[in-house]
């Protein structure tokens, strides 16, 4: 529990000031972009599909990577620190999903003030999933290539599909390549798919994980 | 805390760090690890503190360490690149992790510790000395009062006056709150006087384990002119020897007997205690046939 309050606290709070601070930026551009064109896809929807999963992919590295080697050298075991990440994991992508909902409802305010066209935003169990997974595979793949070095790229493929899988429900995240309209192929079938891919992801790392050598740091 | 090593080895790729190693540490001493660069001491502190997987049995009061929780909170190694933080934290970060993580962290003392060695609170661990960063390093490692500490070339970087007040602040704090408590160090003379028991590896292996005075009554220094001191010395295990003119000094490893230090006597030799460092130098180079 303590290593959970540790992480929910130095973590949650700095991203939480990071959305704030990506969703002030993005109504200013948003504004910026309005006086030559007109608005027609949500700005939001953007940081929180696109850029979003990259800031909690990176949580998730940050938490194998710099967090678990800090832990062991205070006595606590790599399980307790897989156990609390993986709580942690649930916890973060739910505080994500809720804060990229609760930025959709003030940039709706704006944009009907501002007669603007939002367009698709997707569901906001697709964002919680989307952000699930992309902090899992971050785990995973620090996880790899931590205790492997260039032998974690095996990692990487799993990575990639499991990331693009839990994306398929997001608005504006392109199709996949050999595949067209993904998105009515399995339906909600996805966002099993997305929690299996979690599953998986955290089984791996945690596999991995459990023998992880705490090597030193360059000095 | 006792410590029980049983053919322990430690390997990267083809590269054989610790080799079969066993010994026990009694507990509540300190102890100090010497070997030369790349011997392996950091490695032996890894196993025994759960930094990796061992190869082998590494047994703490009997319990296996690596991944045991109740183990791993009873022991504490600091290296000298600093694991208890990352290097984007402050130095306060580095405080509450062990205020947050371990039951025997004893914050007051780390406040004191701070003071003692002028660490900045507010600045980032990346951007100390690396004589503030074995500061740091010693002061998590003596406030988180582990029953088990390790102390890796703690010393780094650290000045004269500093090195002075962490070895007073060790051996205080060692009185007051015993432990087993085992530092590797270069500067063997500067802590020759704290170490009660003195293991020394070599190549990854254990070359001795001794109580510190009975390592240093192991050597002696038999000076006197040369054809005395060859004679005196013909069958023992010479570690060295230094010739000026007719005079000769030799280091021999072992103890001597009553019959021997008589025969000393009588042929008019000068017999002395030689250094802890001088004993380890000789112990691990290629020489007498002792490795």
Redesign the interface.
Known sequence: M??F??LATSLAGFSALVAAGVFVFTVALTFAVSLFKDVVISGWSVAAGQVGPWFVLFVGVHVIH??L????????????LLGAATGFSVVFAAAMAAVAWLGFAVEGGVYALMDWTAGDRGLPHAYFLMYLVWCAVGMLLAAAFDTSGLAGLVALPFGIAFAVMAKVRIPGSGELPFLRNEMSLLGAGWHVASAVAWLLAVAATWLIA??M??R???? | MQVDVRGLTVRYGTITAVDDMSFSLSGNKIYGLLGRNGSGKTSLMSALAGYRRPVGSVLLDGAPVFENARAMRNVCLVRHTTDAADKGDKVVHALEYGKAWRETWDDTYARELVELFGLPLKTKVGELSLGQRSALGVTIGLASRSPLTMLDESHLGMDTPTRYAFYDALLQDFMRHPRTIVISTYLIEELASLLEEVLIIDNGRLVLQEEADVLRSRGTEVTGTADDVDAFTAGLTVLSEKSLGRTKSVMVYGTLDDAQLVHARRLGLELGPIALQDLFVHLTEPVGGLR
Not at chain 1, 70 to 80: K, L, N, W
């Open positions: 303590r290593v309050r540790h710099n967090v080697p800090v832990a062991v050298a205070h006595g606590r075991t790599r399980r307790e459990k023998n050598p705490v030193s740091k360059s000095a």
